[in-house]
């Protein structure tokens, strides 16, 4: 029996463990991610992000987070969220006073934020997700914006 080359072996064992290294990083990583333009809000508003399962009957387990304008995370999920088919969740972001010097009273008045959330259930593709994202004001309930979410 002939024995084949050594170096030819390696090839193989590197593309090997490159392989399962991908498949490991796969599970790992989130399948979808959705984001949403940013939006404005002054201090009377709130955004509530709205989200249903509408095409996994065994449920989706999702992550949401609320970002700043420079991309700062400002509030996110505890834990894992689980929708069940069919049921509506809504998660809101109430702005708090921005602790900004008084030399920049504008800065205060509006705060740019912006939604993302991940689905990490594998498989699940986005259309599965219905999503949107308001903003409305905490004195009367009048929505000032709605819009849906986009897959990246």
């Known amino acids: 029996m002939k024995n084949g080359n050594p170096l030819t072996k390696l090839k193989l064992l590197a593309v090997l463990l490159t392989l399962g290294l991908a498949v490991a990083q796969a599970d790992i990583l989130?399948?979808?991610s959705i984001g949403f333009a940013p939006v404005g809000l002054t201090m009377d508003q709130t955004a509530r992000l709205n989200l249903v399962n509408i095409g996994v009957p065994n449920g989706i387990l999702?992550?949401?987070r609320f970002m700043d304008a420079s991309g700062a995370v400002i509030t996110?999920?505890?834990?894992?969220l689980f929708l069940p088919f069919g049921k509506i969740v809504s998660v809101d972001f109430k702005r708090h006073l921005d602790p900004l010097?008084?030399?920049d009273p504008a800065a205060q008045l509006r705060a740019?934020?912006?939604?993302q959330i991940e689905i990490l259930t594998p498989g699940v593709p986005s259309e599965s997700l219905r999503r949107s994202l308001e903003v409305f004001s905490n004195d009367t309930g009048a929505t000032?914006?709605?819009?849906?979410g986009a897959a990246l």
Do not use: D, H, L, Y
């Open 62 to 64: 999702i992550t949401w």
């Open 30 to 32: 989130p399948g979808v």
């Open 144 to 148: 000032t914006v709605c819009m849906g």
């Open 112 to 115: 740019e934020v912006r939604a």
């Open 76 to 80: 996110k999920a505890q834990e894992q």
């Open 101 to 103: 010097p008084k030399t």
